[in-house]
């Protein structure tokens, strides 16, 4: 499968050691982050499965070690409903991007306990495959081009000037994804 990341990544990816390919697939989930929470925030029955979300994400950072049960927590999240085959596909804007969300974090999630970097192009492919129909849905968006950028800056190895940019890019995204959902 031919990705959106690009090869200057792939290639670095591939040639680092496993804390370059975590750090990256944290800042990925990161950035991703809160259009899961955002979007699911609220839903009934769905409490464990935002701090499952949380939890992982939170602990994708500690990208010196594997992370605990990382196999167990995709084994829970691929039972995530916006994981889960289903015929008519997925049309709704908010689920769609809470599918992106989920799927970056499911190949974060094994990037980061195997150090595989497919898994983490996976993880960077799911994020640009969303920001960039977010783009084409958002008049005046720069959101693919700001993901490219913090994709390169996730290879420079500064974690709080990382952290603090996935935060607030991922914040970004939910307010311009907020501003295209139908008001209810």
């Known amino acids: 499968m031919e990705t959106l990341v690009e090869g200057a990544i792939a290639e670095a990816l ?4 496993d804390e370059v390919v975590r750090l990256y697939v944290a800042a990925c989930a990161e950035r991703m982050a809160p259009l899961f929470v955002g979007l699911r925030a609220g839903v009934p029955g769905r409490e464990a499965d935002l701090d499952l979300y949380v939890e992982s994400v939170r602990d ?3 990208a010196d070690r594997p992370l605990a049960h990382a196999a167990e927590r995709v084994r829970l999240l691929e039972r995530f409903p916006e994981l889960q085959p289903n015929e008519e596909g997925v049309t709704d804007v908010a689920d769609t991007y809470a599918f992106f969300a989920a799927l970056c974090l499911r190949y974060a999630l094994l990037a980061h306990g195997s150090g595989n970097a497919d898994d983490a192009e996976s993880c960077g492919h799911a994020a640009l ?8 849905n958002v008049a005046g968006a720069s959101l693919l081009a700001d993901e490219q950028r913090l994709q390169s800056l996730s290879l420079s190895g500064d974690i709080s000037d990382l952290w603090d940019a996935s935060v607030t890019a991922g914040r970004e995204r939910l307010r311009a994804l907020l501003g295209r959902l139908p008001r209810r």
């Open 129 to 136: 495959t969303a920001m960039g129909m977010l783009d084409r």
């Open 60 to 62: 994708l950072w500690y």
């Open 14 to 17: 591939r040639d680092g050691h």
